[in-house]
């Protein structure tokens, strides 16, 4: 509802959600009991993403990617709701709906902070209470990882010479491996 009130600000979002298949989920209760954090990123953050991103020219390239948005609205979403005194410095307690961790850091200082999920987007507001949870507004989207230690080498040219050396001995087949 938070979200579907703010349309100017979260429309992007929403049509994120909706694409994912979460609308029902963040609409409820967590049947888990702890409610939900939804690290909420603006419509400025998305058209951040989509620019800085190779793989889609457009928010259409990227809600055409069905696969891809399910894993990114669940990488915002935390399996219990989490309040700003609550973030420790390091790992957040419980997973994400994708079943990955998110990390806090404290950039500053003390009182003074920028505090940042994973190093790559800052909270810009804190402990917005809800009846199933908490959302924290973030300006980046957060990037999960959806490609194995070879793939990610073989798109950066510095590792070229590496990564040929794992094609000629045959290794890069064990740097294929994606984490579960």
């Known amino acids: 509802e938070y979200i579907v009130a703010s349309k100017d600000t979260f429309s992007m979002f929403r049509q994120l959600i909706e694409t994912g298949s979460m609308y029902w989920t963040l609409t409820a209760y967590n049947p888990n009991g702890n409610d939900y954090t939804l690290f909420l990123p603006t419509n400025e953050a998305i058209e951040k993403f989509i620019l800085h991103n190779d ?13 891809y948005v399910n894993i990114l609205v669940r990488y915002h979403i935390i399996n219990r709701a989490i309040q700003k005194n609550d973030f420790p410095y390091g790992a957040l307690p419980d997973t994400t709906l994708s079943g990955d961790l998110l990390t806090i850091s404290y950039i500053g200082d003390v009182g003074q902070s920028i505090i940042k999920v994973n190093n790559e987007a800052s909270i810009n507001r804190f402990d917005i209470e809800l009846t199933n949870g908490y959302i924290h507004i973030v ?27 794992l094609e000629l001995t045959g290794l890069s087949d064990t740097f294929k491996i994606e984490s579960t």
């Open 139 to 165: 300006d980046a989207v957060l990037e999960p990882i959806v490609f194995s230690s070879y793939e990610w080498l073989s798109r950066v040219p510095d590792y070229s010479i590496f990564t040929g050396a």
């Open 55 to 67: 793989a889609f020219n457009s928010f259409q390239d990227l809600l055409a990617d069905v696969e």
